[in-house]
């Protein structure tokens, strides 16, 4: 009987992880099919902002991606699978692009003084000839560079630190600002702090989840913060769901927050309508 059991199990557990990789594959012929016209792709905004004041710093674009027939497949979901499969190069490119095109819009019509990230992806550093094509991105789209930053994960970094530090060093001398994703998860080294041209530091969500209910963590986040400040770079806290974390972390001196209390990622004409349309450029 417990035998008989056992086979259940394996065979549910087999048949589980077949399902699984047949998933991988079909999301990911899927992909392949979507990738010359990007359809069904499109940017969501979420904003960051500053603590004290209120005012928007920052937004962060982040990808979706819908089918007629499947629905949305989360972005945790399908980027690994770019990665792997070699395709996160032209997802990639047209993540830039439509934040480029989007960024250059909003600047025409709309006062500057806060950054657009967007998030690059662990293989998409390293493709021979990145930088020259954030370059042509940039040129042919007329956006500031100072008004643009690049997220990356420490994972990222970590796999070859000094390939990555001298890119990330040619996008800095364009102005790009660099800010350290999901600070403090992974293999949080403080190696890449002090190898990195770094702006920004932003602290994983499972931090500012756990902030209220553990004083280690908050130990760890105001030591995080103190460094960060030290090595003059700027914090900004990922996944603010309720008031008292936020000022939770305004007590821990944290300069920049952003996540679901504030706002949901939004589309672009949400994201204006609330953040930007009171604010013409200076000399409108
Ligand atoms: P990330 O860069 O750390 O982005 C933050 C994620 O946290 C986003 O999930 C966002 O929707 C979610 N989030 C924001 N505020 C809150 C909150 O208060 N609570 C909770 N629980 N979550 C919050 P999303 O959009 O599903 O993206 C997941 C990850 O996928 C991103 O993590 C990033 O690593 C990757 N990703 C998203 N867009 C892109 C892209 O355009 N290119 C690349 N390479 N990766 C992307
Ligand atoms: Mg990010
Ligand atoms: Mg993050
Ligand atoms: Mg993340």
Avoid at 41 to 62: C, N
Avoid at 129 to 150: K, N, T
Avoid at 237 to 253: D, H, N, P
Wanted: with cysteine.
């Amino acid at each position: 009987r417990a035998k008989q059991q056992g086979r259940n199990r394996m065979e549910t557990y087999s048949g589980t992880m077949e399902e699984v990789v047949r998933e991988r594959l079909a999301i990911g012929s899927r992909l392949r099919l979507s990738l010359d016209s990007m359809a069904g792709f499109y940017l969501l905004y979420q904003p960051q902002l500053d603590l004290k004041s209120g005012r928007l710093i920052g937004a962060e674009a982040l990808i979706r991606w819908t089918l007629p027939d499947i629905g949305s497949v989360p972005p945790g979901m399908f980027i690994p699978l770019a990665e792997e499969f070699g395709m996160i190069a032209p997802i990639g490119e047209w993540v830039l692009r439509e934040a480029c095109r989007q960024l250059k819009a909003w600047s025409d019509r709309f006062a500057g003084g806060w950054h657009l990230s967007v998030n690059l992806s662990v293989k998409q550093l390293q493709q021979p000839g990145f930088v020259a094509g954030v370059d042509r991105i940039v040129a042919e789209s007329g956006v500031d560079p100072g008004r643009l930053c690049f997220e990356i994960t420490e994972t990222a970094a970590l796999l070859n630190l000094e390939s990555c530090a001298q890119i990330l060093n040619e996008l800095r001398a364009r102005g790009i600002r660099i800010a350290l994703d999901d600070f403090g998860t992974g293999y949080s080294s403080l190696l890449l702090l002090k190898s990195l041209p770094l702006s920004i530091v932003k602290i994983d969500r499972s931090f500012t989840h756990d902030l209220l209910a553990s004083s280690a963590t908050a130990s760890i986040v105001s030591g995080i913060i103190a460094m960060s400040k030290g090595l003059g770079m700027s914090v900004i806290a990922e996944g603010i769901e309720t008031e008292e974390q936020l000022e939770a972390l305004g007590r821990l001196g944290c300069e920049g927050y952003q996540g679901y209390y504030e706002s949901r990622p939004l589309p672009p004409d949400l994201f204006e309508r609330q953040y930007l349309a009171d604010d013409p450029p200076e000399d409108a």
